[in-house]
């Protein structure tokens, strides 16, 4: 009985932690939202000026979708577990790895080399403890990409899954921390390093 009780508490416990992410990261306050905004808009941004620039001729080879989905977290639910920088580059590199693996041994399998890309990236990001959710996509995308995505190999890990990341979370350490209301990482070492920087410029 003492267990069932135990149980039932802890799963209460994790269900008022969830409800309060969930109300912190949706809450209506302008400023969140601004910041959300402007983070997002420039980090994709400079990814796709980027790409503009340099790679006129062919398709978005460094504008993947997945970078849509870590925006998301590292621009609108920066509190989030899942959107702290070892999560962020550890998981789509990660990830990335996985899918080029897979692609390489399995390239005319999609009915098999998906879902085995997908599933692998997850429980390999669950062992290093870098889950992150737009990493299963990073992945996905390294196998049903285009000929120009899936011709990169391992390339395909620097640029675009890395370089994006970090362009990513660059922006995501600047913008996140020019207001006291937001702070990213969080609770870390890195923001407040960050900060004190910024102060003593």
């Known amino acids: 009985m003492g267990k069932r009780k135990a149980i039932v508490e802890k799963a209460n416990r994790n269900f008022r932690l969830t409800r309060y992410i969930v109300y912190k990261e949706t809450a209506l306050d302008a400023r969140e939202q601004f910041w959300s905004f402007l983070g997002a808009f420039i980090g994709i941004g400079f990814i796709a000026y980027i ?39 550890g998981g789509q590199v990660i990830s990335a790895i996985i899918g080029v693996t897979v692609f390489q041994y399995l390239p005319n399998v999609v009915w098999l080399s998906a879902p085995l890309a997908v599933a692998l990236s997850i429980i390999a990001m669950q062992i290093t403890r870098t889950l992150h959710p737009p990493g299963g996509a990073t992945a996905l995308i390294a196998v049903i990409g ?11 890990v620097l640029a675009p899954v890395l370089s994006g990341t970090i362009i990513l979370f660059v922006v995501a350490l600047i913008f996140n921390n020019l207001t006291k209301y937001r702070s990213y990482p969080t609770n870390s070492r890195l923001t407040r390093v960050f900060r004190t920087n910024k102060r003593n410029e």
């Open 146 to 156: 285009t000929e120009k995505i899936t011709s990169l190999g391992y390339m395909y």
């Open 51 to 89: 790409q503009s620039q340099q790679f006129t001729r062919l398709e978005n080879i460094l504008l993947i979708g997945s970078f849509g989905a870590t925006s998301v977290l590292v621009f609108g639910a920066i509190q989030s577990p899942l959107a702290q920088p070892r999560n962020l580059i």
